[in-house]
């Protein structure tokens, strides 16, 4: 099954790049996690609401250039549905179950997903009501991955 997430922007700092390396290389046993980046557009402070939304909808079109049609998508939402580690492995189980053969996790940028990305999500979770930064999140998010994977694979990893 193939994995993949899709992120707004590059990470800039060095350690977050060196985490999410480390959980790509973690999971090349298990297939491998495929990390997208998709540019950034300029956000200046102060941006008024429709400014907000254009920002969120050309970054919504490049995301959704990186999505087939089969792919399961996977929306990291503030308000989404709170997730389990073993919860998001009984979830990936289900859907290596069932024959799917890609599941795409999509974390927005600093202003959040488009509403294209949102409609197009198969599942919204969240990982508490706390605002994580989007590089951050994709830290967090690889380790989750790698997680999920090492509790369906029997592993003493999750505790
Ligand atoms: C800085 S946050 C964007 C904040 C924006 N105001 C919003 O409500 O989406 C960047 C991205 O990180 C992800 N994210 C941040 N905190 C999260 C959380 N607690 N649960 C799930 N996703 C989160 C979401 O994909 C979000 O679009």
Redesign the pocket.
Known sequence: MGIKIIGVGKIKEKYFTAAVGEYTKRMQRFGGLNIVEVKDEPAPDNMSETEITHVKDKEADKILSKIKEDDFVVT???L?EEYSSEKLAAKIKELQTYGKSSIVFV???????GDAVLNRSNLA??????????QL?RVVLSEQIYRAFMINSGSTYHK
């Open positions: 990291l939402e503030i989404g974390i927005g940028g600093s202003n959040g997903l979770v969240s990982f508490g009501r706390f605002t994580l930064p989007h999140m």
